[in-house]
């Protein structure tokens, strides 16, 4: 079984967020971006990272869109996520039966997705899509900074990249 990443997973990860800022709804790159921030939240100004610290984390924003949308699946199957068409096209919120299911949740990982989602929901929530874009951006050139900013091997030519 695919512990990390599985439907179910992004699909707790999605609930509680959404729980969070109930009763607003989010569209999907609002969701990937705020899934990375739940995990990642200290490389973006928060709280301690629920997840460690990769070099490659923000590749992952380029394959999490089908991640997110499998749990998203699985929640709205279950009841507590629902589809909603708004002026700005499709997005989901969570429904009223999700903050009495997300309550009774006391494992530790999601306890700490709890705190996290506080977080980011007053942080990247409220954003529009515009400044979502600017905060990603600026996230993404500091992540290509650091990520070009290794010692290059003794007799590396950098004419070969």
Same mark, same amino acid.
């Given at each position: 079984?695919? &512990?990390?990443?599985?439907?179910?997973?992004?699909?707790?990860?999605?609930?509680?967020? =959404?729980?969070?800022? *109930?009763?607003?709804?989010? #569209?999907?790159?609002? =969701?990937? *971006?705020?899934?990375?921030? =739940?995990?990642? +939240? &200290?490389?973006?100004?928060?709280? &301690? +990272?629920?997840?460690?610290?990769?070099?490659?984390?923000?590749?992952?924003?380029?394959?999490?869109?089908? =991640?997110?949308?499998?749990?998203?699946? %699985?929640?709205?199957?279950?009841?507590?996520?629902?589809?909603? %068409?708004?002026?700005?096209?499709?997005?989901?919120?969570?429904?009223?039966?999700? &903050? +009495?299911?997300? #309550?009774?949740?006391?494992?530790?990982?999601?306890?700490?997705?709890?705190?996290?989602?506080?977080? %980011?929901?007053?942080? /990247?929530?409220?954003?529009?899509?515009?400044?979502?874009?600017?905060?990603?951006?600026?996230? *993404?050139?500091?992540?290509?900074?650091? /990520?070009? #900013? %290794? #010692?290059?091997?003794?007799? *590396?030519?950098?004419?070969?990249?």
């Amino acid at each position: 079984m695919k &512990a990390l990443n599985s439907p179910v997973e992004l699909g707790m990860r999605t609930l509680v967020l =959404l729980n969070e800022i *109930f009763p607003e709804s989010l #569209d999907i790159g609002h =969701l990937i *971006f705020c899934d990375h921030a =739940l995990l990642h +939240s &200290a490389e973006l100004g928060g709280p &301690a +990272s629920i997840h460690p610290k990769l070099p490659a984390a923000p590749g992952e924003l380029g394959i999490k869109r089908r =991640l997110v949308e499998s749990g998203l699946r %699985v929640m709205i199957r279950a009841g507590l996520v629902e589809m909603v %068409v708004s002026g700005e096209g499709i997005e989901y919120k969570a429904t009223d039966q999700a &903050a +009495s299911f997300v #309550d009774v949740l006391e494992a530790e990982y999601l306890l700490k997705l709890k705190e996290r989602a506080q977080w %980011v929901a007053m942080e /990247f929530a409220p954003l529009s899509a515009a400044q979502l874009r600017d905060r990603m951006s600026s996230f *993404f050139t500091r992540w290509s900074e650091e /990520f070009f #900013d %290794v #010692d290059m091997p003794t007799g *590396f030519d950098e004419g070969m990249l």
